[in-house]
Every structure is written in structure tokens, then in C-alpha cells.
């Protein structure tokens, strides 16, 4: 019998402010806090009342995720429209290498000119002449120079879904050496690491054997990472599929074949080397862990104290045992850590696979990246004018039913014909049992008192708080003491690239019509912000809200 996944009954928010982002709510609170004031100066008079009651009425329908906004409010569709116009303007949806470098050796020129000058003034000497002067300086070059100037010299020079980004490299348990980044976007920074995993080789098998590893990667990976002490915040599940290369097959064949073979045979094996090109993929998976809880990080501190890079020594040691651990469980049959060559090298073919391999060696951190160009189509994003790139992301009440298989996302990866290049990511945040089961209880708790509300009243719904609460009631009954399950918030996203704008559309239509067989009914196109939705696609450990 084949298992399946609760992931549906996510149709809306719960509560008054449930299903809002944070934005969303602030607007919310002002516009109560504004309303409140209203009627405190009015008086409390009719006119002031009015005028309160419809400024917080305003506030709650402005700020209401709506379903026929794809579950978005205006507020929410108004503000991205105003931060595109703003990022279009400042020119940073479009990141060029070759400006960024030039930027970041203007402001190191005027770091040392800056030293000179003081040196002068205490030589009582006359001031050198400051690098560039009377040289024009273009809007964008002088946007780049202020970025420069913001991060450290240790930060790559990054588009800005990269942020500020540091790289060092250290040793593993086993002698392997690492890549560990540091996330400096938010007040409080992250790191993550990756590792490249090899999945479980199954023929024809049973199909619980066959799901054995979705299993263990579920009650033993991800549950040892989500309890309290342990200092793995997040999971991305990442996979990059790429069409079958025949070329080298193709010469080989070139200077091996006997000149004397049958025409026929000749025939036959060209057609099924061109069959093989269509259907044919590479698929590499990775799994990146993000630690960002600053408790347990410090433990990891402590652990290699007198070391200039003991958090990241931490870091590599804690990564290795939990991968070790979901190796012996069966998760996946074996993996490997990313170091600083191949993490450079990923990045660069996520970019333009069509210029750089995945398994590419000649990338530096000045070379990594290319440029990506978001003003050219708002439906992608374009590296190096060749590689158009298109993000979508599954919402929380995308999938069909209240239960899916667990290799439901298998089709995304390996069914799409014909093949395109195309990455699945899928990030948990996951939560402590005790956390998730005080907010499964009220969850549960506001569900029956609205259905129990409503069947006083004598109403009829669509169906909703009946899904609603059968969701709740599920998650109560996994969540239960002494169940070994643990809480999750998941984000969903597929991304696909192209040749050609021309080519965005039917490949779109391809994968729509892949999700609709794989039991997805929508998936949300993040167009607008294509240049900003790559990093839910990158070995980052985060997506986009």
C-alpha cells in the first residue's frame, strides 16, 4: 500500500490576523491604533465612531490574504509593486560582474587615497590627488560603490538575493574539507553547508520497500534535527536535473565505428542515441543544513575554543554527524561535503547552466557569478543574455486532497518530457514537538469553536471549516506526546531555464501539466521579482517570501 503525506487542508489562515505576513500585520495594528485614536479624540460621537469603524475596516480588507489574489492582500500586491518600481529605478535588478569589480577597486583606491591623506597632513606634505577624479561616474557604478563600501572584504561581490555572503573552508570528521557560509542579510546571520547526496538504487521492488528512505528521512533525518538542543534550524532538499550530453558519445562513435557496419544497424542506434538525448537526464541531489539558533551555536563555540574559525569547525562537525546519522538510517545511501571549488561551481552553472557545468572547476569568487539581467522579461531572469530562468513556487494550498504520496515531487524530477534543465527545492523550517503542539491546540481549539459557532447559527459554508479543522484535528493526533514527530513549516519551488523567452511559455505549460498529473492543482509563477526569487533555487537554505 502506497503512504501518503498530510500536506493539505492549509486553505487559509487562522484567526483575525491568521495567514498574514508581518507587514501585513503592522498595517493591521496601525490602522486599529489610528481607528483608536479617532475615537478617543472624537469624543466617542457618532462622526468619530463612523470614521474608527471604517479606518479599521479599510485596515482588515487591505490586509486580508484573498483568495482570488492568490492569497495575497492589496496591501501586500501594492508594496511589491512599489519596491519593484524602486529596485528598477536604483538599476538593482540587474547585477553585472564586470561593474562590481570596478566598483570594489574604486573603493579600495579611495580607501588607500584616504590613507595617503592623513599621512600627508601629519608630513605636513601636500595631498596626492584623489584616483578617478574628474572622471564620470554612471548611476549604476555609483550604486555599486555604495554596496562595496557596505560589506566587508571578505564578502563576495553578490547580486542582492545573494546578500552578503562569507565563504571559509574547513576540515570535516572524516578529513574532507567543507564550504561554511555565513548569511550576513538579517540583524541576526546564519550559516549553512551543503552536501551532496546519492539516493537509495531501488529496481523493482515493493513499494513500501521503495519508500523506506522517504520514511527515514522524515522520522529520522529531519526529527533529530528539529528537537530543541540541536542547532540545525532548517533543511533545503535541493535537486538540479540536466538533459543527457550526447556530443561525447557522438564522437566516440565518430572515430569507433567500423566503417563496414550495416546501414540498418547504423540507423538504428542513431535514432536510439537521439531517443536517449530526449529522455535522457543527470540528476545530482543536495542537501543543505542551515544553523541559526544562536543557543546551540554557541555550545559549538565552546567545543573548539583557541581556533579563529571555531563556530565553523562546530558547524562542520555537528553537519557531519547528522548526515552520518541519516546514512546509517537509510535517508539516502551515501554523501559527500561540498567544499569551497564545488560550492563555487554549483553556483555558477544554477546561473547559466548553458556556460558553465555542474561539476565545473575553474570558478573563482570573483568569477561565480554571472550577469543577471531581471528588466529584460518579467517572467525571468536572463545570465549572460542566453539563460532565461523562471521560479515558481508551490503554495500552501496548492496540492490537491488532504493527502499526497510521499514521491509526489519524484515526477518533477525525472518525468518532465522532453527534458529541460530544471532544479526542485524544498525547504523545511523545522520546530521543537513541544512548540508545534501548543500551536496545533489552538489551532485546533479556534476551528471548533468557529464550526461549533456556526452550527448554532443554522449556517451552511463551502466546506472550508470542515477542511480547516480536519487538518487541525490531524496534526493534534501527530503531534501527540511520545509520537516522535515534530513540527515543519515547508516552502515548495521549481525552476526551470531556457535558451530563449519564446521557449518560457511552453515550458510553463510542460510543468503545469506535469504538476496537474503529480496532484498539484496551481503552481504560482513569481514573475516580477525573477530576479530575486533565484536564491529559493540555490543552495542558500531560503526562499522568498
Known sequence: MARSVALGGELKGRGLIGGRSKPETWFLIGAGLIAAAVLLTGMSSLWSLVFAAAIAG?????????????GRSVIALLTEAIYTRVRARQGTNVFDPQTEAEAAARVAAN???????LAARKAKQPAPAAPGAGQERPAQLVAAMKRAKERSSQALAAPLFFGKVQIRQVPCPDGS???????????????????EVQGKSLGAVESDVAEVPFLSWGAGFLAQAARRTHPVSHVQSFTRS??????????WLKDFVDGHVSEEVLRSYQQLTTDAR???????????LRFDKSEALSRLDRRFAGYEDARERGIAQEAHT??????????FEDFRPVDGTMLMGLLAHLQNPYRFDVDAVAVTPETVFSHLDGSITREAVVADGRAYTRTGYIPRNGFAGDEISVRTMNQFVSTIQPAVVHSVSWINKLEDAAISR?????????????????????????GTEEVLLSADTQRAMDLKPNSGHHGAEWAAYISFTVASEEELYQVSSQIEAQAFDAGIERIEWLDGKQDLALAAVMPLGRGIR
Open 242 to 251: 540536466v538533459p543527457a550530453d550526447m556530443v561525447d558519445h557522438v564522437m
Open 177 to 195: 574539507m567543507i564550504a561554511v557560509a555565513r548569511h550576513a542579510n538579517t540583524a541576526d546571520a546564519y550559516y549553512s553547508v551543503v552536501f
Open 322 to 331: 547528522l548526515m552520518a546519522k541519516g546514512r546509517m538510517g537509510g535517508s
Open 58 to 70: 479599510a485596515g482588515l480588507l487591505l490586509s486580508w490574504p484573498a483568495p482570488l489574489l492568490g
Open 111 to 117: 580607501r588607500e587615497h584616504a590613507k595617503a591623506v
Open 278 to 288: 530526449r529522455v535522457g537526464e543527470q540528476h545530482r541531489s543536495y542537501v543543505v
Open 438 to 462: 501548543g500551536k496545533a491546540r489552538r489551532r485546533r481549539a479556534t476551528s471548533v469553536a468557529r464550526k461549533r459557532e456556526r452550527d448554532k447559527r443554522g449556517q451552511v459554508g463551502d
